[in-house]
């Protein structure tokens, strides 16, 4: 099946600087990856997603890169604010798509202030 | 108004008991997911089913079974509640088997003493 490593698990940056988080999938055959933002009690959100055909994506502050040859991707965040701070994960959905999402370990961000 | 709902939000039961969680989405999607986050975080499928066809995934005990009664609502039937089962469950649904634009319900966080 679809392992999707993630890393790192833990990230600080200053307030106004960039975060970049990455992940990286075995199964060439996977098509999707979307990447989710979960805050502390809530549900997990989608916040960007990129498909298998394309490079990049970018949605203001936010942006989604994807290597099909390298089988990794990696989310960007630029000027980063406080309400950035939460849980980040990546997933990928496995060829065929019938086995959902599966997800990254991760990514605690944290926004100094 | 809510796009996909979970009752109850806090479960706390004793081991050996037999409970149930129940899921209800009205976005019309047709694929509907159950997911285990546990304690460090980690979101793991257990679930899929759409139009009938379910997909369990294989480390999933069969203690815990699906049950849809109509495409908006899939619950979760747990027997023989262990002190492992303690996480929250997360309820999603999308639209086809693609897992895409996947949108996840609350949570119900299970405490098993």
């Known amino acids: 099946g679809e392992n999707v490593e993630q890393h790192p698990s833990t990230l600080s940056v200053q307030e106004g600087d960039s975060a970049v988080i990455k992940c990286t999938y075995s199964?060439?055959?996977?098509?999707?990856f979307p990447w989710y933002k979960q805050e502390l009690g809530k549900r997990p959100q989608l916040i960007i997603d990129?498909?298998?055909?394309?490079g990049e994506k970018k949605d203001q502050r936010i942006a989604v890169t994807l290597n099909k040859t390298a089988k990794h991707f990696s989310l960007h965040i630029t000027e980063t604010q406080p309400e950035d701070s939460a849980v980040y994960f990546c997933?990928?959905?496995?060829?065929?798509?019938?086995?959902?999402?599966?997800f990254g370990k991760g990514t605690h961000l944290i926004i100094q202030p | 108004d809510t796009a996909v709902s979970q009752t109850p939000k806090y479960l706390v039961t004793q081991m050996g008991n037999d409970k149930s969680i129940k899921c209800e989405q009205n976005?019309?999607?047709?694929?509907m997911y159950w997911y285990k986050q546990d304690s460090k975080k980690f979101l793991k499928i257990m679930f899929s089913?759409?139009?009938?066809?379910?997909?369990i995934n294989e480390t999933v005990p069969n203690r815990f079974s699906p049950k849809s009664p109509d495409k908006a609502h899939l619950n979760l039937h747990i027997n023989s509640l262990e002190l492992g089962d303690s996480a929250v469950y997360f309820c999603a649904s999308s639209q086809g088997l693609a897992g895409t634009y996947a949108y996840f319900g609350p949570g119900t966080r299970l405490t098993v003493t």
């Open positions: 997933a990928a959905v496995p060829g065929g798509g019938a086995d959902g999402l599966t």
């Open positions: 199964d060439s055959a996977s098509n999707y």
């Open positions: 990129i498909r298998s055909n394309v």
């Open positions: 976005l019309g999607h047709d694929t």
């Open positions: 089913y759409n139009n009938k066809e379910l997909i």
